[in-house]
Nanobody, 121 residues
């Protein structure tokens, strides 16, 4: 079993910054991709950014140039640095990881509980 614990959400004014963290814990697994999704009130969950174990990144067009995803493979932790935040960035941010169990090599995909980000205008 993998647990993802997110932190770093909160309330910030437009133009401000926040840094989200997500740590994966557990044993017997190897993580490849990690990432962040968000869900605004009344909307579907959408991709924000992903990063592979090799450091390859992918961003939603709406956050390119403002958000930066990074990870510490030794700690199984992924970060999302969010700068120049806008009111439309408001939502619940969810961490996710994909990988495989070491014994069976079966795929795994886990989600965190979410952390709330509110950007006031």
């Amino acid at each position: 079993q993998v647990q993802l614990v997110e932190s770093g959400g909160g309330l910030v004014q437009a133009g401000g910054s926040l840094r989200l963290s997500c740590a994966a814990s557990g044993t017997g697994f190897s993580i490849n991709n990690m990432g962040w999704y968000r869900q605004a009130p009344g909307k579907q969950r959408e991709l924000v950014a992903t990063i592979t174990s090799g450091g390859r990144t992918n961003y939603a067009d709406s956050v390119k140039g403002r958000f930066s995803i990074s990870r510490d493979n030794a700690k199984n932790t992924v970060y999302l640095q969010m700068n120049n935040l806008k009111p439309e960035d408001t939502g619940d941010y969810y961490c996710t990881c994909e990988g495989r169990r070491l014994v069976t090599w079966s795929q795994i995909n886990y989600w965190g509980q979410g952390t709330q980000v509110t950007v006031s205008s």
